[in-house]
């Protein structure tokens, strides 16, 4: 499973230390915020592991595999390292629309994959889906606009989702009008009919040639399954971007153009751009910083959410300690390049390692007097013997004192 492991990473210009020394082990499906004030270093610290800055030293893996190392002179790039960057800025193509920017980069990618019998797979999907004509007929009546007319779009976009689909599957679909038939069961009976006459033809090509087709629709020859390096195809690619539009919600904006959507629509689509090429590890550089205070709730809740169900490790980047709070399940908060602590939100909080971490969480912040005396905690008590020593109270504590 992947994680991310940084040895001694330091990263230097001249004799500024961006960061020194990070030792850092980030687990699989964790939400990872770097927190710390501005030029601590957190941005530099995720750029070097996306590979988009080089460590002056030190060693990066991610699942496994080496990324970085200075002493072995290994540095993968950035697009090589099946990562996923979010922006401050959405960066989206403003000719492009919605669907043509998810889409974009997947149909950049080019590498060994398996050959499917991809026609197969979809008159199968097709006929599966036919099982419950009723079914489709509903979907189909709930699509028409108030004009009585069949609102075409809304119907590929439900049919989409409620079968985790493609587009070609649900214009297929909707080409039978299905919604028309006088008697719905022997409609759908010949169609299958024709659709397993084409499927026992299209296996006779294939064997025809040497190849059998397993399970998962791959064509396989003496046993192996066969591969080739090629890019996606456009169902591939089809299919991975209405299955991050459904996990984003913006399934019925795939038409439109980013300058016709709102901030956090436009967030939505940069987030499902990060995801479709399903990423081992997504990185955020303050995404939410350009919405106002009521998005960034919402965006907050939307991250959580999509954290659940990608199991994916996110490293957050932010110098917001509300928002790292809420967002993550491990804080990495720094200063001037070092690593202050690394814990639970609330161990954080609750037992801050420093001067530095307890001062800068927590809102309103921990108070610090120079003190002597008794302090009471938990049934604890700690002796603070001179004035050198500091004591730290949170705004809900009782301090117990005498003249």
């Not at 009976?189 to 629709?217: M, P, S, V």
Request: aromatic share 8%; proline share 4%.
């Amino acid at each position: 499973m992947p994680e991310i492991i940084l040895k001694n990473v330091t990263k230097r210009w001249g004799n500024f230390y961006a960061v020194d020394y990070l030792e850092l082990v980030i687990d699989n499906e964790t939400f990872v915020t770097l927190l710390g004030p501005s030029g601590c270093g957190k941005t530099t610290t995720l750029r070097m592991i996306a590979g988009l800055e080089t460590p002056t030293s030190g060693r990066i893996t991610i699942d496994g595999e080496v990324v970085f190392d200075s002493n072995e002179g290994i540095n993968v790039p950035a697009n090589k390292r099946r990562v996923g960057f979010l922006f401050q800025n959405y960066a989206l193509w403003p000719n492009m629309t919605v669907y043509q920017n998810i889409s974009f980069g997947l149909k950049n990618i080019k590498e060994e994959m398996p050959v499917y019998a991809s026609e197969i797979k979809e008159w199968n999907i097709i006929k599966s889906i036919l099982a419950k004509p009723k079914e489709i007929v509903s979907i189909i009546k709930d699509s028409i606009d108030i004009h009585n007319k069949l609102d075409k779009m809304v119907a590929e976009v439900k049919i989409i989702d409620k079968y985790d689909t493609y587009i070609n599957v649900s214009k297929a679909l909707l080409a039978y009008k299905l919604e028309e038939a006088l008697d719905l069961n022997s409609k759908v009976e010949e169609i299958i009919l024709d659709l397993d006459t084409k499927i026992e033809q299209r296996k006779a090509f294939y064997q025809g040639k040497g190849f059998e087709i397993n399970d998962e629709y791959q064509l396989t020859l003496n046993g192996e399954i066969v591969t080739k390096v090629r890019k996606f195809t456009k169902e591939e690619i089809d299919l991975k971007v209405r299955r991050v539009a459904r996990i984003v919600k913006i399934g019925m904006f795939m038409d439109r153009y980013p300058n016709e959507l709102s901030g956090g629509q436009q967030q939505r689509v940069a987030i499902a751009r990060t995801l479709a090429p399903e990423p081992k590890v997504l990185f955020m550089d303050e995404p939410l910083s350009n919405l106002d205070a009521k998005l960034r709730m919402e965006m907050r809740s939307e991250l959580q959410r999509l954290h659940v169900e990608t199991n994916a490790i996110i490293v957050y980047v932010t110098h917001d300690q509300l928002e790292a709070m809420t967002l993550a399940s491990k804080i990495c908060l720094m200063d001037n390049g070092l690593l202050q602590q690394y814990d639970a939100p609330l161990t954080v909080y609750e037992k801050p390692v420093n001067i530095f971490v307890a001062d800068f969480v927590g809102n309103p912040s921990i108070n610090f007097i120079d003190a002597k005396g008794k302090f009471l905690a938990t049934k604890a008590n700690l002796e603070i013997w001179d004035g050198k020593h500091k004591l730290s109270f949170k705004p809900n504590q009782k301090i117990v004192y005498s003249e």
